[in-house]
């Protein structure tokens, strides 16, 4: 399989939002719960969203929840993170990942990963 694409990040001021996109031509993610995480320089990878194949369950991090929104279209084959009111300390390379299983609070799960994308919080 090949991975997946995350795109959208970049340089935002404090107080900004970005909306990361997360895709891949080489299969379907239908069948997928797809994860968000991200992992800043010198902390360990941490979960950040999941949300299940139909889209019909979605689970947030207590450190993003209420700044970010999960979502995902299926017939365009990509999985969403809208974040809101970013902080400096969102700064982070952010991933997604298909999984192999269902969403679990588990920062590196069994699943087909993307390369990530880059987010700086800075003024």
């Known amino acids: 399989q090949l991975p997946l694409v995350e795109s959208g990040g970049g340089l935002v001021q404090p107080g900004g939002s970005l909306r990361l996109s997360c895709t891949t031509s080489g299969f379907t993610l239908d069948y997928y719960s797809i994860g968000w995480f991200r992992q800043a320089p010198g902390k360990e990878r941490e979960v950040i969203s999941c949300i299940s194949s139909s889209g019909a369950s979605t689970d947030y991090s207590e450190s993003m929840r209420g700044r970010v929104t999960i979502s995902r279209d299926n017939a365009k084959n990509t999985a969403y993170l809208q974040m809101n009111s970013l902080k400096p300390e969102d700064t982070a390379v952010y991933y997604c990942?298909?999984?192999?299983?269902?969403?679990?609070?588990?920062?590196?799960?069994?699943?087909?990963w993307g390369q990530g994308t880059q987010v700086t919080v800075s003024s």
């Open positions: 990942a298909a999984l192999t299983f269902s969403c679990s609070g588990d920062p590196s799960p069994s699943g087909v």
